[in-house]
């Protein structure tokens, strides 16, 4: 997808702080974080949002949330708790148009906001 942001930081086009890589998967430090820890999961193969990737690469859903819990036990994360977050179209605040987790981890992550 030429005008995807997350297919252009996968091509190296746009730089980002990876911290996790493997031949499926990566993720990188969100640039705009909204907690402590903010990193986005992504996929190599482009969908556009959670449920094109369900319908379409359950397959690569499945390699990313396997890549999820591999990083976050890895890193600890999981010990320290963390949130799962996906947007799914703009009014619930998709912006990038690439299927993305977000991970958020704080010593105390506010509730979810309206
Ligand atoms: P969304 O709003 O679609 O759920 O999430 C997109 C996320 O991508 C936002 O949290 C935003 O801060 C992040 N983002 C946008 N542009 C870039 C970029 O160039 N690099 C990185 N690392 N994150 C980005
Ligand atoms: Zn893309």
Known sequence: MEDCLFCKILKGEIPADKVYENENVIGFNDIAPQAPTHILFIHKNHTSNFNDI?????????????AIAEHTEKSGL????YRVVSNIGETSGQS?????????SAPRLGRFGS
């Open 54 to 66: 369900t319908n379409n690469d359950p397959e690569g859903l499945v390699q990313v949330c396997e």
């Open 78 to 81: 999981k010990d320290a708790g």
């Open 96 to 104: 990038v148009f690439h299927t993305h987790f977000h991970i958020l």
